[in-house]
C-alpha cells in the first residue's frame, strides 16, 4: 500500500468508526460528534518511526485521567459478536474441545473471509500485514538469539501456533473458508493478531485487550493504534495503591490506562500520565521482559526497565530458598534481583547455619563480609562463564546491528564493510535467502529477506541487551567485592593496630 491509499484507507476506518459509535469526545461536554472521524477532540493518527510506527498522538493538553477514548460493545470484534451467525457458530459447537483463542483466531479469518461484506471490513483491511511476533521466526532467526532460554521460548512459540493450526483445520473446512485461509501462513497472521497471553492488567496479545466475557479478549478497532510504554513506577500496575490516579473530583479513584465498562458497556481509555498536544498518548499493556515483548508483540524497547536477564543457576541455589526460580534474575542495571541476592547468600552458608541465618536471610541483610565475597565472586564467574560460551560477544553484536541496519537500506553495502566481527552468521543469511556474498550487488532485498533482516536484527538486538545485563552484573560485582575487601583490610588493620574501625 502506497502512502496516499493508507491514508485513505485510514480515513475510511476513522469513518467507520464514527458511524459506530467509537469516540474520543466522549462526554456530554465535549463538542458534538462529527460524522467524519471519530477523531480529532483528543486523539489523531500519527506515525512514530522510531516509537512504535502508526499511533495516537494528543489533539490538545490531556490530564492524566482524562477520558480519552471509548468504544461501544458493539464496534469490539469478538468471538460472540462474529458467531450471531447461526451457521459459523454451530460448526463451533461441533468442536468443543477448541481453546477460546483458536474459536477467536477462527472467527478473524471467517470475518476477513467475508470481505467487503463483513462489518468490520474497514479494520480488517487497516490491520498489520505481517508480525515479528516470535511465533514467526524462522529457525535460523531463532537460533541467532544464541540463549538458550530465548531459543526455547521461540520454539515453543512456533510449536504452538502449529498445533493450534493443525487442531482448528477441520473446523475452519467446515464453516467453508477460503483454501487460502486455511493455510498456516494466515493462520499465524491471525493469530499473531489475536494471540492472547495473561497478563496482571490487560490479557493482551498483539492487538486484543481484556473483556470480562470471553478469556481470548476482543479486537478492539481504533482503540488498538496505541502503542506501548513500560508502566514506569508512577502508574505500574504492579503497585495496586498506585493503579488509581490521585486526582481531584471526578477522576480520583480511576484506573489510569483504561477497560471494559459494564455500565457504559464500552470500553474506555484514559491518560495514564499528563500529554502535551502532539505527544505520542501510549498505553502501558503491561509489565514485559523484552524477550515477553518479542514473543508477545515482536518488538523491543531500547531501553526496559522491566527487563530481566534469566541465568542458569543450579538445582541447589534454586532449591535452598523458596524463593519461586522466575524471580531469581540480573536487573537491566546489572543488580541481581532482590530474591537472586538472598537465595545466593543462603546458598553460601554451611548447610548447618541456613536455620540460623534464616530470618536475615529473608529480610535482605548482609550476612558478613565473607559471605557477601563468595556470593560476588560466583556471581561474576557464572556471568563470565555464560557469556564465553555465546557465540558471539556483545561488542560483536553491536558492530552487527549496524551491519544489518546498513543492509536493510543498501544491501550492496556487504561489499564495502568490514565483516570480521560475525562474517559467518550473515553468510548463513544469505545462505538461507539464496543469495551468496558476490550476489548481493541487488540495490533491494527481495521482500522475504527484507522482513527476516528485520526480525534477524530484532534477534540480535534481544542478545545484545542480554550480554549487556550480564556485563553490568560483572562490573556490579567486581566494585562490590573491591568495596569489600578494602572494607576488609581496614577492619583487620585497624584490629591489629587497635584503632577503633
Ligand atoms: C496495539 S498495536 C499498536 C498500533 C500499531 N503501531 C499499528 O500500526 O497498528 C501493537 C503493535 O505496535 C507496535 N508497537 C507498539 N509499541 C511499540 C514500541 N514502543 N516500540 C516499537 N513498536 C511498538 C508493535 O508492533 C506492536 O505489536
Given at each position: 500500500m502506497d502512502g496516499e491509499e493508507e491514508g485513505k484507507g485510514m480515513a475510511a476506518l476513522l469513518r467507520w468508526a464514527a458511524e459506530m459509535g467509537?469516540?474520543?469526545?466522549?462526554?456530554?461536554?465535549?463538542p458534538p460528534r462529527s460524522h467524519s472521524s471519530c477523531l480529532g477532540h483528543s486523539l489523531f493518527v500519527s506515525d512514530f518511526p522510531d516509537a512504535g510506527g502508526r499511533g495516537l498522538s494528543a489533539a490538545r493538553d490531556l490530564r492524566k485521567g482524562d477520558l480519552i477514548l471509548r468504544v461501544p460493545r458493539a464496534a469490539l470484534l469478538t468471538s460472540e459478536s462474529v458467531l450471531k451467525d447461526e451457521r459459523l457458530a454451530s460448526c463451533v459447537r461441533s468442536?468443543?474441545?477448541?481453546s477460546s483463542t483458536q474459536i477467536l483466531t477462527v472467527c478473524l479469518l471467517a470475518e476477513v473471509g467475508k470481505g467487503r461484506g463483513s462489518q468490520w471490513y474497514p479494520y480488517l483491511v487497516q490491520l498489520p500485514r505481517s508480525y515479528n511476533t516470535l511465533a514467526n521466526f524462522t529457525n535460523f532467526e531463532i537460533q541467532t538469539l544464541q540463549v538458550e532460554d530465548a531459543v526455547w521460548v521461540s520454539e515453543r512459540a512456533v510449536h504452538r501456533a502449529k498445533s493450534d493450526w493443525k487442531e482448528s483445520i477441520s473446523l475452519m473446512q467446515e464453516m467453508d473458508l477460503k483454501p487460502q485461509l486455511l493455510t498456516f501462513r494466515s493462520w499465524l497472521w491471525a493469530l499473531s493478531t489475536i494471540f492472547t497471553v495473561h497478563s496482571f492488567f490487560w490479557k493482551i496479545s498483539s492487538r486484543t485487550l481484556h473483556i470480562p466475557?470471553?478469556?481470548?479478549g476482543c479486537l478492539c478497532p481504533v482503540g488498538d493504534l496505541f502503542n506501548y510504554a513500560a508502566p514506569d513506577a508512577?502508574?505500574?500496575?504492579?503497585a495496586s495503591e498506585e493503579r488509581y490516579a490521585e486526582q481531584p473530583d471526578c477522576h480520583s479513584q480511576r484506573l489510569t490506562d483504561g477497560g471494559y465498562e459494564e455500565d457504559t458497556t464500552s470500553y474506555c481509555f484514559y491518560a495514564r500520565k499528563r500529554y502535551k498536544e502532539e505527544d505520542q498518548v501510549l498505553l502501558s499493556y503491561g509489565t514485559y521482559t523484552n524477550l515477553d515483548l518479542l514473543e508477545h508483540y515482536g518488538f523491543l524497547l531500547g531501553?526496559?526497565?522491566?527487563d530481566k536477564a534469566f541465568i542458569q543457576l543450579g538445582t541447589d541455589i534454586c532449591t535452598s530458598s523458596n524463593w519461586p526460580v522466575d524471580s531469581l534474575y540480573i536487573q537491566p542495571n546489572g543488580r541481581p534481583s532482590f530474591a537472586l541476592l538472598c537465595a545466593l547468600r543462603l546458598c553460601a552458608t554451611p548447610v548447618n547455619h541456613r536455620r540460623a541465618v534464616g530470618c536475615q536471610v529473608y529480610a535482605g541483610s548482609l550476612l558478613s563480609v565473607e559471605n557477601e565475597l563468595l556470593v560476588m565472586k560466583w556471581l561474576a564467574k557464572r556471568c563470565h562463564d555464560i557469556l564465553e560460551k555465546l557465540a558471539t560477544t556483545a561488542e560483536d553484536d553491536g558492530l552487527l546491528l549496524i551491519v544489518i541496519e546498513k543492509m536493510l537500506y543498501n544491501p550492496s553495502c556487504l561489499k564495502y564493510v568490514?565483516?570480521?566481527?560475525?562474517k559467518e552468521e550473515i553468510k548463513s543469511f544469505l545462505e538461507v535467502h539464496g543469495l551468496g556474498m558476490e550476489g548481493i550487488g541487488v540495490s533491494q532485498l527481495p521482500m522475504k529477506a527484507r522482513k527476516s533482516l528485520e526480525r534477524w536484527k530484532l534477534a540480535v538486538r534481544w542478545r545484545f541487551g542480554y550480554k549487556k545485563m550480564l556485563i553490568s552484573c560483572i562490573s556490579y560485582c567486581t566494585n562490590t567485592i573491591e568495596r569489600l575487601s578494602s572494607q576488609q583490610y581496614c577492619t583487620k588493620r585497624n584490629n591489629q593496630t587497635g584503632m577503633p574501625g
Open positions: 467509537i469516540s474520543d469526545s466522549p462526554t456530554s461536554t465535549s468442536h468443543p474441545r477448541l466475557w470471553d478469556n481470548a508512577e502508574s505500574s500496575p504492579d531501553d526496559n526497565p522491566n568490514d565483516l570480521q566481527c560475525c
